[in-house]
């Protein structure tokens, strides 16, 4: 049974700082996507991670895939308030096509 | 907007009733998953059709059921209602189905009192 983490699960940073989510999963796959949601609101696809070395860029948030070690990082950089959200991974086992997703990770930015 | 529409937004039933959501994909799209997102069990994928087959079966207990119409558009059938049922309900549509990103419709959140 495939099996994605997240951690960690609740995280708290300063306005400024930089700081990592990870995303571990158990089995092999070779695609991985990243979503943010906010409270009580759909997900939105932040990035879409096809192959192992992928990096991908968007603003201040930037995610890599590394297959082998079957991690993936979502990584902020000087972190503002609208970033606060919680971000999940999800992975999309190579025999399929249904989502797997991570707990989640509650990012609050304070000022 | 992602282009995927659910219908209804909320949804206040009592134990025991039947309700059905609906899920129109984006233009294109062959594909639709159905998620539920509860505080308890997280997002859980339920079930996937692609172009009106079923095509793959996830954590669905058999008092839900689902459907895609010609149309493409799909509802998802939830009987005989519990409380554990009160989750948001997401409907996603892609375009093949298999390997390709996935966009979520807004959700129906579904209180069964």
């Known amino acids: 049974e495939l099996k994605v983490e997240q951690n960690p699960l609740f995280l708290s940073m300063q306005e400024g700082k930089n700081y990592t989510i990870y995303c571990n999963y158990s089995?092999?796959?070779?695609?991985l996507y990243w979503y943010r949601q906010d409270p009580g609101k759909s997900l939105e696809s932040l990035f879409v991670?096809?192959?192992?070395?992928a990096v991908k860029q968007e603003g201040r948030l930037m995610a890599s895939l590394d297959t082998k070690a079957r991690l993936s990082t979502l990584h902020i950089t000087a972190a503002v308030h609208d970033l606060s959200a919680t971000y999940f991974c999800?992975?999309?086992?190579?025999?399929?096509?249904?989502?797997?997703f991570g707990e989640g990770t509650q990012l609050t930015v304070n000022p | 907007d992602s282009g995927v529409t659910q219908t209804p937004k909320h949804l206040i039933t009592a134990t025991g009733q039947r309700v059905t959501l609906r899920c129109s994909p984006r233009?294109?799209?062959?594909?639709v998953y159905w998620y539920q997102q509860s505080l308890d069990q997280g997002l859980q994928f339920l079930i996937q059709?692609?172009?009106?087959?079923?095509?793959a079966k996830g954590n669905i207990l058999e008092r839900f059921s689902a459907q895609q119409f010609p149309d493409l558009h799909s509802e998802l059938n939830l009987s005989s209602l519990e409380l554990g049922d009160s989750a948001l309900y997401f409907c996603?549509?892609?375009?093949?189905?298999?390997?390709?990103?996935?966009?979520f419709g807004p959700g129906t959140r579904l209180t069964v009192t």
């Open positions: 089995t092999t796959s070779d695609r």
């Open positions: 233009s294109g799209d062959l594909s």
């Open positions: 059709y692609y172009n009106g087959e079923e095509r």
């Open positions: 991670l096809l192959s192992n070395g």
């Open positions: 996603a549509s892609s375009s093949t189905g298999q390997g390709v990103e996935q966009y």
């Open positions: 999800a992975v999309d086992r190579t025999s399929g096509s249904r989502l797997t």
